[in-house]
C-alpha cells in the first residue's frame, strides 16, 4: 500500500456558511474551501470555528460529499470528527478515511469531566479498533478552555505506543506555550506533529519543530500566514509574525466565529455569509464596523475571494 503523505503546514477550520432557514450552504462551503486551498491553506473542516458541534453527524458527511464532488482533493482536508458518542465518532471517521482525507482531528469525548485518562485511551482505541483500517491518521485535538477535557503527555504516549502508525499528531488548542513546547520536547522529533491552533505561536511553533497551525483566522489571513510558516527561517520572520498578531487581535476582539463570517461577508460582497447558528449571534453593526475599520487600518485584503463565491451567491 502506498504510504499515506503527511499534511502540515497552515489548515482552516473553515466557516460553514448557512441559508436564510440555518440549513448548511454547500455551494457558498464548496466554494470557500477551494479558494483557501488557492491560498495555500489546508481545511480543517468541521473544527471549532466550523461551527461543528451545532452540525449533525449527517450534515457533516454531507458536506464532506459536496467538497469531494465539487472536485476539491481530499488529500488537502483533516475533517474534525469528534463527538460525545463514540458511534458517530467512528461513522465519520470511516467516511473521512475512506474518502482518502490526510487525516482527521479528533476532539475527546467532552460532555462528561473529569473522565480518567483509562476512559480517554478507550475511547480513541475504540475508535481505531472500530474503524480498522491502516490509512487512519488521528491528529488529537486539545483545546480545554472549550472541552474542559483534555489531552495529556502520558495519554500522547500511550496511544503512541499501541497506534504508532494510526496516531500522527496533535492540534494544541490551550492558548499555553508551555504546553506546546511539552509536547514538542517529548514527541516532535519522534515524527509526531504539533499545530499550534493560533498564528500567534506559529513562529515558536516552527522554531521548535513544529508542523504549523490550525488557525481560526486562517479563514480570512491564510496567505500571511502561510508566508511566515515558509519563511520562518528568514530575517524578517518577526515583523512577519508581529503583522499576524495584529490581524489576529482585530478579528478576534468580539467572538470570533461571528467575526470571521463578518469579514468574509465584506470581502466577498456577499451578506448571506454572516449568518451563525443559535446559539451563536451575530456581531452588531457596531462591531462589524469596528472590525472591518480595523482592518482597513492595517490595508488587509483577501484577494480572489470575491470572483471565488461569485458562482455560489444568490439572493
Partial sequence: MKEQKRIKGLLSPVVTPFKSDLS?????FVAQCRWLITQNCGLAVFGTNSEANSLSVNERLSL??????GGVDPSHMMPGTGCCALPDTVRLTEHAVKAG?????????????GVSEDGLYRSFAEVI????????RIYLYHIPPVAVV??????????????PTAIAGMKDSSGNW?????MLDAFAKSGFDVFVGSESFLLANMRNGGAGCISATANVNPAAIDKLYREWQGADADAQQAALDAVRTTVGQYVMIPALKQVVAHYAEDP??????????GLTQAQAASVIEGLKKLNF???GLKRAQAQAAVS
Fill in 129 to 136: 479498533e472500530r474503524v480498522g483500517d491502516a490509512r487512519l
Fill in 150 to 163: 483534555g489531552i495529556t503527555p502520558k495519554l500522547v504516549e500511550r496511544l503512541l505506543k499501541a497506534y
Fill in 64 to 69: 464532506l460529499d459536496s467538497l469531494l464532488a
Fill in 101 to 113: 482525507c490526510a487525516g482527521v482531528l479528533m476532539l475527546p469525548p467532552f460532555y462528561y469531566k
Fill in 272 to 281: 448571506a455569509w454572516v449568518t451563525v447558528r443559535p446559539p451563536l449571534v
Fill in 301 to 303: 485584503t483577501m484577494p
Fill in 24 to 28: 448548511p450552504d454547500p455551494e457558498r
Fill in 178 to 182: 508551555n504546553n506546546t513546547k511539552i
